[in-house]
């Protein structure tokens, strides 16, 4: 039977179908690391169910190849620090943007291996599965955090831009520039704790305010440190725009990978909000060290 299932496909399929099975095998391994690792017991056993089709797939592809293949350890490895450092949601749906691909593909097959849409449609259960599973706490909070980074970046890129052509000294603009953010992250907390806490909701008050200035505070280290470690203020007003939009860039993808949101729209909603006040605040700087006649 193995060889008659051999038979059917040619050289060219059969080596396409390798790459499948490889790409099964290393699956089931890494659904199989991130159900040792997930919280509460529900999603575990989702996760082992899922790594236990990986596995099945793994097994049907190998009737047609006639061989075994070793799981991509790298890939492993990969996904399961990337799930460790930014979450097993975000992990899981960036490796499942990648199957997206094997599922066009198995189609593709046609009468040499009917099965293969039959797997296609199983691949796209396993993201429905993994979509009614996804609650990761620091999902929850992500609307504080978008509170903590954005207010900071929004509001200190356009203090630091006003700052650096009042004040053309980078030491006292960094010490400025830490001051009023530290504060500024303080009040966002504290206000994050109350308006949570009025709020019909599951989320916790004090982790609400924690997540919120976490964020804010990590921004605004990021944002002054060009004034630390250099000397030119105009230099460090670059450095510090270009810091900003990384940030931007990397949390909404960040977010448009775990939520399954539109990258675009909100990276440049943002980033407009965040470097359009700093061209304000630096024409602000700019006219009161005019009028005022401060010379630092």
Known sequence: MVEQAQQTLTEGERRRLLVYQKAEITEHHIYSRLARIVRPPENKAILEQIAADELRHYHRWREHTGEDVQPDRLKVWWYYLVSRVFGFTFGIKLMERGEKGAQDNYTSFGTALPEAEVIARKEVEHEEALIALLDEERLRYTGSIVLGLNDALVELTGALAGLTLALRNTRLIAMTGAITGIAAALSMAASEYLSTRSEETTRNP?????????????????????????????????????????????????????????????????????????????????????VFGIEV
């Open 206 to 290: 004090f982790r609400a305010a924690l997540y919120t200035g976490v964020a804010y505070v990590i921004t605004v280290l990021v944002l002054i440190l060009p004034y630390l470690v250099l000397t030119n203020y105009y230099v460090c007003l670059a450095c510090t725009l270009a810091a900003a939009v990384l940030i931007i860039g990397f949390f909404n993808y960040y977010v448009s990978v775990a939520k399954d949101m539109p990258f675009k729209p909100r990276f440049l909603e943002m980033a407009g909000l965040s470097l359009g006040v700093a061209a304000l605040s630096f024409g602000v700087g700019f006219i009161l060290r005019a």
